[in-house]
């Protein structure tokens, strides 16, 4: 049964930073591209970065370009999100995704390109 498991998440100041991690199992994920997206209280599941497989491009949605950096391990099956710079606005839970590689790259933001979800991880950015 495939699983990805978050950790990392937690209680931050703004201006603080964290790195999420992603681990996947139940099959290898290194030829998919891996994704995380957020979701906040009374909001919408948003998008905020996704990593390719071979060539590992990435994508940021626009609220965190500049400040959230996404990589992948595929020797571990894992998926990192380092975040810096963190605002009372990045509190959300926090969902790691993985997808076909195809799909994804053209269009990372969209959630119905990827297959498989994590239970999520939440961050919370006090002031």
């Known amino acids: 049964q495939v699983q990805l498991v978050e950790s990392g998440g937690g209680l931050v100041q703004a201006g603080g930073l964290l790195r999420l991690s992603c681990a996947a199992s139940?099959?290898?994920?290194?030829?998919?591209?891996m994704g995380w997206f957020r979701q906040a209280p009374g909001k919408e599941r948003e998008f905020v970065a996704a990593?390719?497989?071979?060539?590992?491009?990435?994508f940021y949605g626009n609220s965190v370009k500049g400040r959230f950096t996404i990589s992948r391990d595929d020797a571990k099956d894992t998926v990192y999100l380092h975040m810096k710079e963190l605002e009372q606005g990045d509190t959300a839970v926090y969902y790691c995704?993985?997808?076909?590689?195809?799909?994804?790259?053209?269009?990372?933001?969209?959630?119905?390109?990827?297959?498989?979800w994590g239970q999520g991880t939440p961050v919370t950015v006090s002031s």
């Open positions: 139940g099959r290898s994920f290194n030829t998919d591209a």
């Open positions: 995704t993985t997808g076909p590689d195809m799909e994804v790259r053209l269009q990372p933001s969209d959630p119905r390109q990827y297959r498989h």
């Open positions: 990593i390719t497989w071979s060539d590992e491009v990435t």
